[in-house]
């Protein structure tokens, strides 16, 4: 670590401290004995870290810096103090025994003020010092002199703002303040604008434009002055090509002298100001609080004067004051025109406006207002607004329309017209402030006494189908049990009258026997599915655990095998089948049904091609929640218009192919639904169709 030499001498350098940088302890101590007697606090650093170290913990005011060090040699110190908003304005001063001229040349570049070579001078050291103390204190007081001197001319600035504004309000121009105490329009008051300038500069004429930059097109024109009686309002492109346009674009003032031309002008411009005879031009800009309004022209004759630095100054004072006029006559009509379409608005919105002050007093209503409340206007304003509200509702009512917290609200509630109906209402309610504080509420009330009674109706229509819905589902629970015992002996005795006929060696009434066990077996899956169909809607809540897809659709593929050999159909089945979460004896339902109508329904048998179904799936996408899968048959293809009858209970297609009952698919799209996924049916004419069911992913 450095050593801080306390001064043995007063010489005038007393607070300033220096930072000697040496890797030679006798250097250290030479030059630390030599400052330190000469008034100055010497602190030492034996390394450039070190250094860099104390020099950012303490700038110090001066630093003699060696150059060969170790590690870390004096250029690059040098280049690391300057790099550091910290001590970039600490003087450097190299010392050191490396004399030649590039040594010298690159510790300036590196930020050194001074060289001093070794051996040293002790008098040369304590004299570049003192230089550089000095000079770093005179740059210091010159630095606060002018932060100063910054600060003054920014209160003078203000101070002078202030003054100019208090001038353009007190004094002004009389004709120009006459014409905004009367309140004229615009027209009248450029009008008397463009005179009293003439008047006050004494020049041949002065002409005001406002512009609309975003057409672009020009609002308003005026000319005043004993002169060019012949202008008259320019075409904007014009405008735009001379002086004005110049001014609008940077916004500054223009002094345009006689008999010059002028390179801001564009030709049609010149063209224009020879065939008028116009000689010297003084253009300003209108601008009021960011906002261009347009531009005030002055003009002489070639044979008057030129326009001076004087006659702009006080041109400029004028158009200050001109913009300002004009912006509050064009504030004034917008917020006129602002206040009629406002107006307008309320008046004609369907919705009811109500205004209220702080203490729940209506003080404004529109028509819808009184249509809807059956109130007139005068029975309205200044009534209270809990009058509104039934009598079991007005108790719970009171601030209902006033937002004292200042947050908006949005409610439904019940109101009761003059006539004694009830309203049902939808309120968006908002405060109304002045000054910032709350000074009563706007309410807009928008009828919904339809849609309620809509809502009621929807509801115990949802109730009664609800209802039969369970008494459907009852009705064929029932059906299908009291189907199931007939049915039992039936089979019973189909079973016993096969064996005894194969035994007399009756083949015809075999074959009926079998006709009517075959009848039996599509009676059971008609109940099954009736009895799934059933128990599916009765269930409302399914827990979803993770499925053997594999397994499943083996699975299934079994229970059909007897048709798929009747139809001598080829069944594929893909590998590796994903993850996902169902209810396996309910997606075991959804393979069997789609297979088993791929199976009836695939292939072509005019043409002799067999049915061959395709079981498989989609491969997930990253990021996906739900897995596709498919049945796809080469069958002959569904329209638009039979894909659109799918899914639909007691629906079939193909009466004459297959023998069925339609309930499978509704059963599909029912146990699907149930378990959050979605059915569906891809298929065209000619290639066959793709039934798909989607499951969520485990």
């Known amino acids: 670590m450095g050593s801080v030499a306390k001064p043995q001498k007063d010489n005038g350098a007393n607070g300033h401290r220096v930072l000697i940088v040496d890797d030679s302890p006798l250097s250290l101590q030479l030059l630390a004995h030599l400052i330190q007697l000469h008034g100055y606090q010497a602190e030492t650093a034996s390394s450039g870290l070190e250094a860099l170290e104390a020099a950012r913990r303490d700038p110090p005011d001066v630093i003699l810096l060696d ?69 770093r204190d005179t740059t210091r007081r010159l630095e606060q002199q002018l932060a100063e001197r910054e600060k003054l001319i920014k209160r003078l600035d203000i101070t002078n703002e202030q003054l100019q504004t208090a001038l353009a309000r007190t004094e002004g121009l009389y004709r120009i303040t006459r014409s905004l105490i009367t309140s004229e329009d615009i027209p009248d008051m450029l009008q008397t604008v463009t005179q009293s300038v ?47 346009g110049w001014v609008i674009k940077h916004l500054q003032p223009v002094l345009s002298p006689k008999g010059m031309m002028d390179p801001r002008e564009q030709p049609p411009a010149r063209r224009w100001r020879e065939a008028l005879q116009v ?19 002055a003009l002489n004759r070639p044979d008057q004067p030129d326009f001076t630095e004087e006659d702009l100054a006080q041109f400029s004072a004028i158009a200050g004051q001109v913009s300002v006029a004009l912006a509050n006559a064009q504030l004034s009509d917008e917020t006129a025109y602002l206040k009629r379409f406002n107006e307008g608005i309320v008046q004609g919105v369907a919705e009811a406006i109500l205004v209220t002050d702080e203490d729940e007093r209506i003080t404004f209503a529109n028509p819808a207002a009184e249509a809807m409340l059956g109130y007139s206007l005068d029975a309205l304003v200044g009534r209270p607004c809990t009058m509104l509200f039934p009598p079991e509702l007005n108790g719970g009512t009171r601030g209902a329309f006033v937002c004292r917290s200042g947050v908006a609200a949005r409610f439904e509630t019940l109101l009761q017209a003059g006539d004694g109906r009830r309203v049902s209402v939808l309120a968006s309610v908002r405060p109304l402030y002045q000054d910032g504080e709350i000074v009563g509420s706007l309410a807009a009330l928008t009828d919904i006494t339809e849609l309620k009674q809509a809502e009621d109706q929807l509801r115990q229509y949802a109730h009664d189908l609800e209802a039969q819905n369970a008494e459907l589902d009852a009705f064929a629970h029932t059906v299908a049990h009291d189907l199931r015992s007939p049915l039992t002996g039936i089979v019973g005795f189909v079973d016993l009258l096969s064996q005894a006929l194969e035994e007399q060696g009756d083949k015809h009434l075999s074959e009926y026997v079998r006709y009517i066990a075959r009848s039996t077996v599509k009676m059971e899956n008609i109940i099954d599915e009736l009895l799934l169909l059933a128990s599916v809607r009765a269930m409302d ?26 139809y001598g159909a080829k069944v594929t089945i893909e590998d590796g089948w994903p993850q996902t979460l169902g209810y396996a004896p309910w997606v ?66 193909h009466n004459v192919r297959a023998e069925g009952h339609g309930l499978g698919l509704s059963i599909v799209r029912r146990i699907v639904e149930k378990l959050g996924g979605q059915v569906g049916v891809e298929s065209a004419l000619g290639v066959g169709s793709t039934f798909y069911f989607t499951l969520p992913r485990a």
């Open 198 to 244: 003439a008047s006050i500069l004494s020049c041949e004429a002065a002409f005001v434009v406002t512009v609309n930059l975003e057409v672009p097109a020009i609002t308003f024109f005026a000319r005043g002055g004993p002169g060019f009686e012949a202008l008259r309002e320019p075409p904007v492109d014009l405008l735009m090509a001379g002086l004005s």
């Open 279 to 297: 000689g010297a031009m003084m253009v300003v800009p209108l601008y009021y609080r960011g906002r261009l309004v347009g531009t005030m022209t």
């Open 541 to 566: 809540e399914i827990t979803l655990s993770p499925l053997d897809m594999g397994r499943i659709v083996m699975e299934a593929r079994d229970r059909i095998k007897y048709l798929i050999e009747e």
């Open 67 to 135: 150059i060969m060090m170790p590690e870390m040699d004096g250029f690059e110190v040098a280049e690391a103090l300057k790099a550091d908003p910290r001590t970039d304005d600490i003087p450097i001063l190299f010392i050191s025994a490396l004399n030649d001229e590039s040594s010298k040349v690159k510790a300036f570049d590196a930020g050194g003020v001074d060289y001093i070579a070794k051996p040293f001078q002790n008098r040369e050291v304590l004299a570049r010092v003192n230089t550089h103390v000095k000079l």
């Open 588 to 653: 075991e339902e959804v393979w069997v049904n789609y297979l088993s109508n791929a199976v009836k329904y695939g292939g072509q048998p005019d043409a002799g091609v067999p049915p061959h179904v395709v079981l498989g799936y989609d491969p997930p996408v990253d990021g996906s929640t739900w897995v596709r899968f498919w049945v796809r048959d080469n069958g002959p293809g569904l329209t638009p218009e039979q894909q659109a009858r799918l899914f639909t209970p007691f629906e079939r297609l």
